[in-house]
């Protein structure tokens, strides 16, 4: 039996061991889960409301336990993990309304009876989990789909396998019947056999290349429902208004959770001059301010480490590699001395001029890009094959109104970090971000499928109907 572990990014310490699902681990998993379905999606839309919200209160009961968690795993501060179980938790009642109002049940009075929507479970859905947002990702993924009826297999991150196991323990706790929601863990060959596996369908966040991938490889399987949440080369423009107020909101942007959120602001677009120079420099003043430190640090930091060494080395590569093309350090990425190698230093780059690579850098990294007009702006936001988020710092409301008709994003605010989202409203990219199925509020629509109907409590009126059409006169029923 294959064992892996979770450590944590700030200390180095194990977080978690336990056993690989196999190939034959997951199968056994989705034929539970096929045989849990059948029974689930007859079951009562008030029962399946009951055990999300018992599951809301499961969360309740550990939530100090579950942000402390997800904190040892990700090394994000507990401030951040403190949310991220709070949206967890609101999460349910949120579903909850969106299900009823995106995928619930309508009846129009007819002539003959009545004409009724109703929406329908597909059946087994995979979700693959992400590592920034153990929790909180996958989990909107799971409350939408077993409201809706159907059954779920979770594969968390590979380097999150302990809030993953918790989340399903949770579950289970809340009365959730057996094989409805399972967890199999693993690596990349555990979320192939899923991925493999008779499912109907496949809910997943992560990047970019493994969403082409999985768009190539249900090609020619339409029979499973498809949603994709990817990452984003997100630009924010600042243009006009309060230096210091539009420094914080880049910050905001550009460094929360140590730039691990697919929203983060990864281009800074400012216009050429005075005012464009002070913005980067009020930026540049505020980067060493940022308190950098463990999880458990008194006071709390704003920033962890990265998720891994190895995504620190990652991220260092892709900096070396824009230096190399002609870019400019005004705050290199540094590393955080006494730390694990997990921890860097936010990088501020200077790439007017330079046509940098078209991809996501999941660090805090941000590049400038300085326009001669707002024009250009428009134009170098657009410039990118993903399609996530973007901002517009701007106190001009004819400004906005061009920005938010021209501007290619699934998310797009003004005068706000691109990072800002709200569990009640869509959440989701166009371009290489996903593939039209945008999450949180509207999750419903890919849990479920419409299935129209018109019904009648009797045949009475069809051959009365028929008969005038018929070409023998006189016709009589047999």
């Not at 409805?180 to 109907?200: C, F, M, N, P, S």
């Not at 210091?244 to 677009?269: D, F, H, N």
């Not at 860097?344 to 790439?351: E, K, N, Y």
Request: proline residues 6%; negative net charge; hydrophobic residues 45%.
């Amino acid at each position: 039996m294959s064992v892996f572990t979770s450590t944590c990014p700030a200390t180095g310490g194990t977080v978690w061991s336990g056993p690989v699902a196999t190939a034959d681990d997951v199968a056994a998993a989705v034929a539970r889960a096929r045989a849990a379905f059948r029974g689930w999606r007859a079951t009562a839309l008030d029962e399946r409301v009951a055990l999300v919200r018992a599951y809301a209160g499961v969360l309740k009961e550990r939530s100090d336990a579950l942000a402390e968690l997800i904190a040892r795993e990700t090394g994000k501060p507990l401030w951040e993990t403190r949310q991220e179980v709070g949206a967890m938790i609101g999460k349910v009642e949120l579903s909850i309304a969106a299900q009823a109002d995106r995928a619930g049940e309508r009846s129009s009075a007819m002539p003959f009876g009545a004409s009724v929507l109703r929406h329908r479970p597909h059946g087994v859905m995979a979700v693959l989990g992400p590592y920034n947002f153990p929790g909180h990702l996958p989990n909107g993924h799971i409350v939408p789909a077993l409201l809706a009826g159907n059954a779920v297999v979770f594969k968390p991150s590979e380097l999150t396998p302990a809030v993953g196991a918790a989340m399903v323990d949770a579950w289970g706790a809340a009365g959730a019947p057996d094989g409805v929601v399972q967890v199999v863990q693993g690596a990349r060959d555990t979320g192939a056999a899923l991925v493999d596996a008779e499912i109907d369908g496949l809910l997943f966040t992560g990047s970019a290349a493994t969403g082409a991938h999985f768009r190539r490889r249900f090609a020619e399987r339409p029979d499973v429902i498809l949603a994709l949440e990817l990452g984003g080369n997100n630009p924010l423009v600042v243009w006009d208004g309060d230096v210091e107020e539009a420094a914080a909101i880049v910050v905001q942007s550009a460094y929360v959770t140590t730039g691990q959120r697919c929203s983060c602001a990864r281009r800074l677009i400012v216009p050429s001059g005075a005012y464009g120079d002070a913005v980067v420099d009020a930026v540049a003043a505020l980067i060493p301010r940022l308190p950098i430190g463990r999880w458990d640090d008194h006071p709390e930091p704003y920033m962890g480490p990265l998720i891994s060494d190895r995504a620190a080395q990652t991220a260092r590569g892709q900096v070396d590699r824009l230096m190399t093309m002609g870019g400019r350090a005004i705050v290199p990425l540094g590393a955080v001395e006494g730390r694990t190698a997990a921890f860097v230093t936010p990088a501020l780059l200077d790439m007017t001029g330079i046509t940098a690579p078209d991809n996501e850098i999941f660090a805090p990294v941000l590049q400038i890009h300085r326009v001669a007009s707002f024009d250009d702006a428009i134009a170098a936001a657009n410039d990118t094959r993903f399609g996530l988020s973007a901002g517009l710092v701007t106190a001009d409301d004819t400004l906005w109104q061009r920005f938010v008709v021209e501007a290619r994003a699934g998310v797009v605010n003004r005068n706000r970090p691109t990072t800002g989202a709200a569990g009640a409203q869509p959440f989701g990219g166009i371009g290489n971000s996903g593939n039209h199925r945008p999450s949180a509020f509207y999750a419903a629509d890919y849990c479920a499928y419409p299935m129209a109907s018109f019904e009648a409590d009797g045949a009475a009126g069809n051959w009365d109907a028929l008969r005038p059409l018929l070409d023998v006169e006189g016709i009589a029923r047999s």
